[in-house]
């Protein structure tokens, strides 16, 4: 019986690192695209999760997958799963 099977299938999401201020915690945007109900047109709307970062790895504008995990404070619920792309450094 493996992990997934006794603890369920967890919703994951891909997004950008926009904020390490806190200890332990990083802020990650995901980005989704929606179409208007009455123009159609696209538009794109943000969310903005509380993700768990354990080893302080993750830094601002870093693409990361987040996956849903048991609370750990009154707004994270998410911890980061694995870091996909760096940010590049611009000096």
């Known amino acids: 019986m493996g992990t997934e ?6 919703k994951s999401q891909i997004g950008t690192v926009t ?9 990650v945007a995901v980005d989704r695209l ?3 109900k009455l123009y159609k ?3 794109r709307r ?5 993700a768990h970062d354990e080893n302080g790895i993750c830094k601002v504008g ?5 996956i849903e995990t048991r ?3 009154a707004r994270k619920r998410w911890r980061v799963e694995k870091v996909i792309t760096s940010a590049t450094i611009v000096d």
Request: aromatic share 2%; proline share 3%.
């Open 5 to 10: 099977q006794k603890r369920g299938i967890r």
């Open 19 to 27: 904020s390490t201020a806190m200890q332990k915690t990083v802020t």
């Open 34 to 36: 929606v179409q208007h």
């Open 41 to 43: 047109k696209i538009q």
């Open 46 to 50: 943000t969310s903005k999760f509380l």
């Open 62 to 66: 870093d693409r990361v997958r987040i």
């Open 71 to 73: 609370p750990l404070s």
